[in-house]
C-alpha cells in the first residue's frame, strides 16, 4: 500500500495521472512570516493608541485601536483565504517516467521533473515545519536555474517513503502505482562535531579580518575621541557576523552516509536538509584547505552536480561532501564519489597533490618564466593524469587538489593573454556543469599546454564511450530492484526479500594494479592559439 495520504487523490482519465495535493497545514509553513510581519507593523502603529488606554478611558483612541485590530482581522483574514485558494491549486502527481507539479490561481504554471534527468532528491525541513513533523521534498534536474521541483509540504515518513520512490523509479526500478518502494538502508561514514564545525569557521579568513576590523575601530575611537566609526564599521561587522552565522547553523551536525540508491548527507541546525545525490552524477572533486587549518590538517570537500546552479535557491551546503574533517575523513568522503582513480598508488599521487610541489608524484607544472605572473605558486599549480580522471593542484596559502573524472569533461579551451604569449605560456580550462568546483590548468608551458589539450580530449571521448546507463541500483544493489518486482503468486503481495545489504565503504584500488594506457599523444604546435575551445567531436566550438 502507498504511504501518501496528505489528501485523497484524484485521477486524471485523459492522463492517466494520480494527482495529490500537499498537507493542509503547508500554508502555515509557507505563510507565517507575511503574518509575523503584518503583526509587527500593526502593533508598531498602534503603540500610541495603547499606551492611551490607561486609567482614563480615551473613546477617540479606543475606537482608532478598534479599527486597527478590525482591519488587522480582515488583512489576515485575507492571507489566510488566499493561501487556502492557493493549497488548494498546487497539486503533484508522480507519472511513470516525469513528475509533474501544478499551481497557481490567476496564472497557472505547470513544471515537471523527468526522472532520467534527476541528479538529487533533498529534504528540507524548516524550523517551524520540524514542529510539525513536516518536510519538503526538493528534486533538482539538469538543466538552468528553476528546472527544480519543490513538493511540499508533506508528511516527514511520506516524504522519506516518495524520495525512496522516486529513486527508485529514476534507478530504473519499476514502482507500480500503489505499491511502496523500499527505504534503502544506510550505513553512515563520518560525523562531524559541532565543535569542528565551530573551530572551522574560527579559523577561517574571517578571523583576521575582524582582528583588523577591531583594532582599526578601537584606534579610530582612541584617535578621534568619538563613537563615529563605530557607527561606520558596523555594516561590516554585521556582514561577517552574518556570515559565520550562516556557515554554522547550515553546516551544523553534518552526517555523510551512503546506501544502494546514492550519497546521503544530512545537515543543519535551525533548518535541516537532507540530500540523496546518485552516484555518478558528480562532476568534479575539490579537497580545500585555507592556510589557518594548516596546523589541524583540516580539508573541505565540495564538488559540482549537474541541477546545482549557482546564484539560485540552493545552498552551498547542497555542494558539500565534507564542510571540514581531517585527511582520512576526507579521503573517506573522496571515495564516496571516485572510489579507483586509475593509479597504482592513489594515496601517492594524492599527498603529492595535497602537500607536494614540483615534479613529485607524476605532475606537471609551470616552467621558470612563470614565476612572473605566479610568485608564489608557480612550482605548485599543475596536473597530473590518473586512469580515470585529471588531478589538477593549485595554490600555496589556500591549498585545493580538484579531481575531474575524464568523462564529465565536456569541452575543453586553450586560452593564451599576451603576458602568457610573450613568457610562452597557457592555460588549460576543463569545462564541466556550472558549479562551485571548476576546473583549470594555469600557466604551463605552451607546448604542454597544447599536448594536455589533445590527449585530454581523446582520454574524455573513450571514457565517454565506455560509459554505461546512470541505473545505479541495478547495478549496485540488484536485490533491492527484486525486492520491488518479486510477487506472491497468490496473492499479489510483495514477497518481503531479504535485507538489502549496503556497500562497504569504497577504498582505493588494490596496490599494485596497473592504470589504463594513456592515450596516443600527438604533436603540440609551437603556439597556441589565443583561444581555442574544444568540443569533445573534436571540432572547434564557436
Known sequence: ??????????????????????HPVTPVVRGWTVIVVLLFIVLQNSAESLQGLGDTVDLARGVGLLWILGGLAVVLAVVSLYCWVAWRFTRYAIGTDAVHLRKGILFRQQKQARL???????????????????????????????SGVAIGFLRRAEADALRAELLARAAGVDVAEGEAAPVAPERVLYEVPFATTAGSVVRSFVTPVLVLLVAGVVIAVAVTSSAAPIFTLLPALLGFGGYVFQRLVSEANFVGAVSP?????????????????????VQAIRMRQPLLWRRKDWWRVDVTVAGYTIGGETKEVSTLLLPVGPRETAFDALW?????????????????????????????????????????????????????????????LTRSLTLVPHERTQSLALQQGPWQRRLGLASVALHVTLGPVQAQVHHLGAADAARLLDEQDDRARSARRAEGPEQWMRRVAPELAEQVEATDDASGVPVQ????????????????????????????PEHPTHDDTRRLDGEPSA
Open 336 to 396: 564516496l564519489v571516485l572510489p579507483d582513480l586509475g593509479v597504482a598508488d592513489p594515496l601517492a599521487l594524492l599527498a603529492a597533490g595535497l602537500d607536494g610541489s614540483g615534479a613529485d608524484g607524476g605532475f606537471t607544472t609551470s616552467p621558470r618564466a612563470a614565476r612572473w605572473l605566479d610568485p608564489l605558486t608557480w612550482r605548485r599549480n599543475g596536473y597530473a593524469v590518473a586512469g580515470r580522471c585529471l588531478v589538477i593542484r593549485r595554490g600555496r
Open 116 to 146: 532520467d534527468r534527476l541528479q538529487a532528491v533533498d529534504i528540507v525541513q524548516p524550523l517551524l515545519a520540524r514542529a510539525f513533523s513536516l518536510a519538503e521534498l526538493r528534486l533538482e534536474v539538469a538543466g538552468g536555474a528553476g
Open 261 to 281: 540508491d546514492g550519497i546521503r548527507s544530512r545537515s543543519g541546525l535551525l533548518e535541516t536538509r537532507s540530500q540523496t545525490i546518485p552516484p555518478g552524477r
Open 497 to 524: 526479500a531479504p535485507p538489502v545489504p549496503v556497500p562497504p565503504v569504497p577504498v582505493p584500488p588494490v596496490l599494485g594494479a596497473e592504470a589504463p594506457a594513456a592515450a596516443p599523444t600527438q604533436p603540440a
Open 1 to 22: 500500500m502507498s504511504t501518501r495520504t496528505s489528501a485523497a487523490p484524484e485521477l486524471e482519465p485523459e492522463t492517466g495521472l494520480v494527482w495529490r495535493r500537499m
